[in-house]
């Protein structure tokens, strides 16, 4: 079994945990979503993920897809992180609806 850990290894996880948070969070409303603690808990994890993965590609690789929000991605993890408690649904439930799509299709055309 072939276990390498290279940029499209992580790659896929992150396209993994885009579809996830799409996929769930697809038609869903702010309200719906922020009573819905098991999907919020769900997605907080999924997005700090992405952020993990995203740190563990190449230096190059980031310098040549340079389209990736890379320091957005990082930025909003560390305020789920470090902020967990005070986490601002609305900027969150922002950044599910509108770049989460953007980002994983630009994920999928990385792949291509």
Known sequence: MDNKKD???YINKIITDLVFITY???????????ENEILVDS????LIQISENSD????DFKENHRVIPWRAVKGLRNRIVHEYGNVDMSVVYDTVKNDIPEL???FRNIME
Do not use: D, P, S, V
């Not at 997605?43 to 999924?46: G, K, L, S």
């Open 104 to 106: 994983l299709k630009e």
């Open 56 to 59: 563990r590609l190449t230096e």
């Open 24 to 34: 769930h969070t697809e038609n869903l409303t702010i309200e719906e979503l922020e």
């Open 7 to 9: 940029n499209r290894y």
């Open 43 to 46: 997605m907080m994890f999924r």
